[in-house]
């Protein structure tokens, strides 16, 4: 009564190790982002809590509710534009446009000290040809 086809689906290769470990790596770079966004907000809301009376050029705190709410504000900022940018990389799974995206992610954690031990290894690992050849793969 109905003819049904049944097409071969084509199955997409494994991902490569690295691709785990650069998910691991943006989730913990987006947490990060969002908790500095979150104390981008808590800032803002209760600048006394920041401010030191006292400080002077050599200090790391604001000397006034004004200083405390623009430093609160270049965290907010600064902190939701990264932690966008890091949870896209969750959405751009294939494509040559990915690999670079994920690519460029990883180059901005090598600015950070804290991050140089795990991007040097994942960036070795990322431009390797098995890597760029999956992505551009799972792209057709």
């Not at 987006?30 to 006394?48: H, I, K, Q, R």
């Not at 002077?56 to 504000?73: K, L, T, V, Y």
């Amino acid at each position: 009564m109905y003819d049904v086809e049944i097409r071969e689906v084509e199955q997409r290769p494994p991902a490569p190790q690295v691709v785990t470990w650069f998910k691991v790596y943006a989730g913990c770079l987006l947490a990060v982002y969002v908790l500095l966004c979150g104390v981008g907000l808590v800032m803002f809301a209760n600048p006394d809590l920041f401010v030191d009376p006292g400080a002077d050029f050599s200090s790391n705190r604001p000397a006034d509710q004004f200083e405390a709410r623009i430093m609160a504000s270049i965290y907010f900022v600064m902190g939701g534009v990264f932690a966008f940018a890091y949870l896209l990389a969750f959405f751009f799974t294939s494509g040559k446009g990915a690999w670079i995206y994920n690519l460029v992610l990883i180059c901005i954690g090598l600015t950070s000290c804290c991050c140089i031990p795990v991007c040097i290894p994942l960036l070795i690992f990322w431009i390797r040809d098995d890597c760029k050849n999956w992505f551009c793969q799972t792209a057709s």
